[in-house]
Every structure is written in structure tokens, then in C-alpha cells.
């Protein structure tokens, strides 16, 4: 395995900005501050320019968090969630994508999309039909849900055992392959007026699909896009999770206060990919982070002060219980929260289990109401840090989480990104085409190492014969 602390060439670092169709995100109480603009979330301009400011500081991406469901285990209500706007309300945020693309020409967009309770056929084209649209800067976050409260709402009985959960988005995942790359060979679509054939019909294929969760026959409506495939993202860190997304995903998410903690993940994520047949450095790792500077380590820190005045470590609190499937408000201050295993998020609620917390250690952990790790100071400060945590972890880039919105990413591309720039470590310009080649530098699609490989239609010769090929896909 080569990092840039072994290499000739440093790896630059890759950003995402991590937000949510929402108020609240992860830093809960922020929307309190007079130049909190969050609110407005609900207005497409507010977008716009968010997508206009992040090409501008040269992001990879914009990464837009969801959820099915509410936060409803702190105190056994949903009261605190309602008032603080604990990611409720959230919208739906595939919609923001298309008027984003229309005003930037490389941001790349990674939209969360909770495949328990999607059709794999409608999610399909829905992706599908955006990766056009945006010329290959999709991307999709593959997440199997953890709120019993998005059972309720979707009329289904209770949260599936984890592991289930898995061997569903296995299987949906399978079939979204076969709809995006095995229906329409590459040259389908002729477009000819004289001749008058638009596709080719030897050249689309039927997809067959008979599973313990799905089934499908007929040919997929979309015909290919840039990159087929949108970008995968995934973030489950569970045994489970870990094999689903080494064998899968392109980017992983992973959280990580300490150093050595991160470098113990990325080596294990690195070396399982291997053993899945994959290169090591075919999955991008990215580390969510929070951010607040300034033009000198002293103003930021100022700033620092002023926004806790207004966070919320309770929504904080109140977000975690949910995360871990175990309401926090019924413990004592300094009482050490005993492990409870839960069908939510496994690779949280292991912290109950490896170290002694205490209510009053998330809340220091939560000061501005979000439980990433904190990095404070000038512009040089940051990126010293970043470019630090980045050689001893050997990670490839940070999710970025809003603090005060739209300041904090204002702040940041003034005064980090410069930095960055200066120290080799950052990109000066985008490279061309889609949101995959500019990750990897290896072309649009997925490459045949993927086990996408299995369910790749192989190109036939052209035919005019105008009956339908029946040939079933791989």
C-alpha cells in the first residue's frame, strides 16, 4: 500500500461538503445564530449558490445526507427534534440535484438514498436519468437504515436484523447492476434520422431477475450514461457493513477521533479490499470533519466561542440516542452508559462497549452540537492539521460538515484551501469529465475489476432487425 507519506508525490486531499436537505445536520443549534441562514433550506437559491461556492474553493463533491424517519428515542418523543430541528423537517434530496448541475460544470453530487424502502427499479432510472442529466457527476450513498421509526412510516413491522439488511442491499444492488449495465450495450443508441433508427434493438437486452427480495423482466428505460454506474459511496463500519462496502464501494465514510483509531480502519478497509480481489487503493476514505476559522488562530478561536454560544449539545444528545438505539436521557450526568446491543448503527454503539462514556463526555464531545472532530485555527493552522491527520492515517479526503451556513464554507475556501494550494496538497483545477474519473483518473466507468464485471451485456453485432432481442442478461 502506497500513502503520501511513503510516495514521491504527496496525495493531494479530496473534499467533500457534507450537508443535509435540512436545518439541523450534525451540528445541531447552530440555526439560532443571527447569520445562520439554514432556514431557508427550502429555497432553491440557497442551493444554487451553494453549489456556485463550492466549485468555486474546487470541492469534489457535495455529499447530502438523509433519512427515513425521525429522531424520536431521546425521551421517547420527538419534542427536543421538533424544536432544535433535529433533521426534521428534512426534504427528499435527489430533487436538489438537477438545478445544482445547471449552475456548476464539475461538482460532483452524492446523494444519500435509503435502499430498504426504494423499488430497485425506480431507483434505477431515477439515478440513472440524473447521471445524464449532470453528465456523469453522480453519485449514491448506499445506506440499509437504522430508525424503527421509518418502519412505522413506511406500514412495515420493525427494523430487519442487521445482517439482513445487508443481504437485501446485496441483492438490490445485484439488480441495479443488471438494469444500468447489462439492458443497452455501449452502442445502442444510433440516433440515424435517414435510416430512422434511434437504438438499435439487437443492442438491448432484457434483464431476468428472480431473487429472495426482488424480481424483474423487461428492459431497462434509460439507456447509458456517462458512467453507467453512479459513483458508490457507503459508510458501514460493522463486520458486515466493512465486507458489503470492500467488495462495492468506491468511497467509504468513516468516522475516527484519534489518529491511531483511523490509521486501524483504513489499514483493515485497504487490506480487505485486497483480499475481495480489488486494488488497495480502489476505495477513497474519507473522514467527516468539522471546521471553524479565521485569519489567525486567535479570531478563530473567538469564533469558536461565539458558536457555542449558540449550539446545542442536548440536540446533540438527542441525535445519538437515536444513532445507538438507546434513549440517553435516562442516564445520570457522569453515569457511564452501560452497551446495549440494538439493530442501529453497530459501529456507534461498539464505543459503549470499548471505552466508559458518560453523558457528560458526549456533551464535550457535542460542544457545537455535532460529535465529529473539531479542528480550530487560522487557515494555516487547519491545513497543517489536515494534511497531518491525512499522512498518519493514510485517509484521502474529509467530509466537511456546515457549521454556521453559508459562513463556515466561505471561511474555509478563504483561508484553508490557500494553504492547502501553497502546500502541494490541494488541486489548482479540476480535472475533466465525470465525478469517477476525477476520483480515480481511470475513465468514466467502473473498471473490470468490479464484481459490476458479471452483469456487463457484451456487445453484439449490429443487425437491422427490428424484433426485440430477448437475450437475457447476466
Known amino acids: 500500500m502506497t500513502n503520501s507519506s511513503t510516495s514521491n508525490t504527496p496525495k493531494k486531499i479530496l473534499l467533500n461538503a457534507f450537508d443535509m436537505n435540512s436545518v439541523g445536520h450534525i451540528n445541531h443549534g447552530l440555526w439560532t445564530h443571527p447569520r445562520d441562514e439554514s432556514h431557508r433550506f427550502n429555497e432553491l437559491s440557497y442551493w444554487t449558490d451553494l453549489a456556485q461556492t463550492l466549485e468555486k474553493g474546487l470541492f469534489d463533491g457535495l455529499f447530502i445526507a438523509d433519512i427515513t424517519g425521525v429522531y424520536d428515542v431521546y425521551q421517547n418523543g420527538i419534542d427536543l427534534t421538533l424544536k432544535e430541528s433535529i433533521q426534521l423537517p428534512s426534504h427528499d434530496p435527489t430533487t436538489l440535484v438537477s438545478a445544482m448541475a445547471a449552475v456548476t460544470q464539475n461538482l460532483g453530487f452524492g446523494i444519500t438514498v435509503n435502499l430498504s424502502y426504494e423499488s430497485p427499479y425506480q431507483f434505477a432510472r431515477r439515478f440513472a436519468s440524473l447521471d445524464h442529466l449532470t453528465q456523469g457527476r453522480i453519485g449514491w450513498n448506499i445506506v440499509t437504515g437504522y430508525l424503527d421509526s421509518a418502519e412505522r412510516l413506511i406500514g412495515q413491522k420493525g427494523l430487519k436484523d442487521h445482517d439482513l439488511r445487508y443481504a437485501q442491499a446485496e441483492e438490490f444492488l445485484e439488480l441495479c447492476y443488471k438494469f444500468w449495465e447489462g439492458s443497452w ?52 463500519a460493522s463486520p458486515r457493513g466493512l465486507t458489503f ?3 462495492h464501494a468506491e468511497g467509504l465514510f468513516i468516522g475516527g477521533d484519534r489518529p491511531e483509531k483511523i490509521k486501524q480502519q483504513v489499514d483493515q478497509i485497504r487490506n480487505q479490499a485486497t483480499a475481495q480481489g480489488r486494488n488497495a487503493e480502489a476505495v477513497k476514505i474519507f473522514v467527516g470533519i468539522t471546521v471553524v476559522t479565521a485569519e489567525t488562530d486567535e479570531l478563530a478561536q473567538q469564533k469558536l466561542d461565539e458558536y457555542i454560544r449558540y449550539a446545542s449539545p442536548e440536540a446533540g444528545l438527542a441525535h445519538f440516542s437515536s444513532s445507538v438505539g438507546m434513549d440517553l436521557s435516562q442516564f445520570a450526568d457522569n453515569e457511564t452508559i452501560p452497551y446495549q446491543q440494538t439493530n442501529s448503527i453497530a459501529s456507534v454503539n461498539n464505543k459503549f462497549k470499548e471505552q466508559s462514556i458518560s453523558k457528560n463526555d458526549l456533551k464535550a464531545q457535542h460542544v457545537l452540537g455535532g460529535r465529529y472532530p473539531l479542528i480550530v485555527g487560522s487557515g494555516a493552522t487547519v491545513a497543517e492539521k489536515l494534511i497531518q491527520l491525512m499522512d498518519d492515517t493514510g485517509i484521502d479526503g474529509f467530509n466537511l460538515t456546515r457549521t454556521v451556513a453559508p459562513e463556515s464554507h466561505h471561511d474555509f475556501i478563504q483561508w484553508v484551501i490557500p494553504q492547502l494550494q501553497q502546500r502541494g496538497r490541494y488541486k489548482t483545477a479540476y480535472e475533466n469529465g465525470s465525478l469517477r474519473h476525477k476520483l480515480f483518473q481511470q475513465g468514466d466507468r467502473l473498471s473490470a475489476s468490479h464484481p459490476v464485471q458479471q452483469f456487463r451485456c457484451q456487445s453484439t453485432a449490429s443487425t437491422s432487425n427490428s424484433n426485440l432481442n430477448q437475450k437475457q442478461s447476466a
Open 185 to 236: 450495450e455501449n452502442d445502442a443508441v444510433l440516433k440515424d434520422k435517414k435510416q430512422r433508427i434511434f437504438t438499435d434493438p439487437s443492442k438491448v437486452h432484457q434483464v431476468q431477475h428472480q431473487g429472495q427480495f426482488y424480481q424483474s423482466q423487461g428492459v431497462f428505460q434509460v439507456s447509458p450514461s456517462s458512467q453507467r454506474t453512479p459513483v458508490l459511496f457507503q459508510a458501514g
Open 245 to 247: 462496502a470492500t467488495q
